[in-house]
């Protein structure tokens, strides 16, 4: 039976380190963020970042854990050469938060600590850059309760769009993510260490598992994950906690959590997206899978309400999640990318509500609207995109068709209902696309 935990290492979003004021973003040039206390140099001193603890704050009541009252942060010692001080600043004995959990997952801790530097592999020399040394991370460790790659994926999925409901992680940065793996099939189990990207994190976990099934585990080990060749390969044997040599981190004082502090904390967390999904369907009565998508991404979720306001909720939806989403995607952007404002999607699904523009219209108008922002009822009404109105103007295109069409109109008598709509796109192409499909079809069926 396959068993799975993941170690989810998430990049807080804070201007500066967690113990320093270094700044998080800015010069990409290596070690340029930097200082004595990112480098551990003698006689430096950390000293905590408060929105870094909030940050973690939120998250772990989040995720339903019970919060440590009192916490501290330790130094986990092991030998590498991205860890300048030769020991990580971490949790180990009371995180933040342990105990809780998200949908059918249970979540085993939530703790805060610094990132080490970054490893950068050219042919046979290794630089190192130390930029990210210091950098906030929360580390979130699940039960070993995934049974499938694709389930660790969208738990994933998941837990990023309620970081980002909670304002505490940004998706557009791939380093901000990172997960370790453990993966037992039929043997011992198996860590795969720094995992980034949803996508990767399948792919190692699909590949160790068919491993593991031709070649059962004998041992505990750590392997890496090659992304370029698609496989795991060995590091080294597993280590244990002990073999960390945790101590407290005489520089650092300990931390504690009011009952106070916590429920207020409590009170001001903004509504998650699982709850979203089951208010959109309770108030706009929309299916599961269009309020699934919606409350997905924040953006998207406050569009929709916004849109909602002024247009019937069901025919939002459907634009926003089919149309939308596919004409971004299709340029590779999302909505933090462009200038979308919601008056004019509200402009545009009122002229399409009211039959003032077609579908074909209305779709052509939001391509335009993904490139950048206009007026659409102003744009219809300069370029004459008006659905023709007039059935004596549609009854006379119509005719011309069936009367150039013969073949065709014999064809749709015999029987051949798909013929219809031949006879319809001849007729659009008549009205240069200003015609309602539904209607050209109503007028032709009578006439033929």
């Known amino acids: 039976m396959t068993k799975i935990g993941i170690e989810c ?18 010069d990409e040039n290596p070690n340029t963020r930097i200082c004595p206390t990112c480098l551990g140099l003698p006689g430096s001193k950390p000293v905590l970042n408060k929105e870094a603890l909030n940050q973690a704050l939120k998250v772990a009541l989040a995720l339903n854990c019970k919060v440590s009252e009192e916490t501290f942060f330790s130094r986990k010692s092991y030998f590498y050469p991205d860890l300048v001080k030769n020991y990580q600043i971490t949790q180990y004995e009371f995180p933040i938060g342990a105990k809780g959990k998200l949908e059918n997952i249970n979540i085993t801790r ?35 309760d995934f049974k499938t790659p694709n389930e660790v994926r969208l738990f994933l999925k998941k837990l990023i769009t309620m970081l980002e409901y909670l304002g505490v992680y940004n998706r557009t940065s791939e380093a901000a993510l990172k997960a370790d793996a453990n993966i037992s099939t039929t043997g011992e189990k198996v860590e795969i260490k720094n995992i980034t990207g949803l996508k990767e994190i399948q792919r190692a976990l699909e590949y160790e598992a068919s491993r593991q099934e031709a070649e059962p585990a004998k041992i505990q080990e750590t392997r890496g994950w090659n992304p370029e060749k698609g496989i795991t390969f060995p590091m080294r044997t597993k280590e244990f906690e002990e073999d960390y040599g945790y101590i407290a981190d005489p520089d650092l004082p300990k931390i504690t959590f009011s009952k106070t502090l916590i429920n207020t904390f409590k009170k001001s967390l903004p509504e998650l997206s699982l709850d979203k999904v089951q208010r959109f369907k309770k108030t706009y009565s929309l299916p599961d899978e269009d309020a699934e998508t919606l409350a997905s991404e924040k953006l998207l979720a406050d569009l929709f309400e916004e849109v909602a306001k002024k247009i019937d909720p069901k025919l939002a939806a459907r634009w926003l999640r089919r149309d939308l989403l596919k004409v971004l995607h299709y340029n590779k952007k999302s909505l933090k990318d462009i200038k979308l404002d919601a008056q004019h999607v509200i402009e545009l699904l009122d002229l399409l509500q009211q039959n ?6 209305a779709k052509e108008l939001l391509i335009k609207l993904i490139e950048k922002p206009f007026s659409p009822s102003t744009h219809v009404k300069k370029e004459k995109l008006t659905m ?12 011309d068709v069936i009367k150039n069409n013969k073949d065709v109109v014999e064809s749709y008598k015999a029987g051949k209902e798909e013929s219809i709509h031949y006879l319809v796109g001849q007729v659009m192409r008549l009205s240069k696309g200003k015609a309602n499909p539904k209607e050209v079809q109503k007028i032709l069926k009578k006439l033929i």
């Open 9 to 26: 290492h998430v990049q807080l979003l804070t201007r500066s380190k967690i113990f320093c004021s270094c700044p998080t973003l800015g």
């Open 356 to 361: 003032k523009i077609n579908d074909a219209t």
């Open 110 to 144: 939530i703790h805060l600590e610094e990132d080490p530097g970054a490893l950068i592999h050219q042919g046979n020399t290794c630089l190192i850059d130390y930029n990210r040394s210091g950098i906030p991370l929360i580390e979130i460790v699940t039960e070993p």
């Open 388 to 399: 023709i109105e007039s059935s004596e103007e549609l009854e006379s295109m119509c005719k």
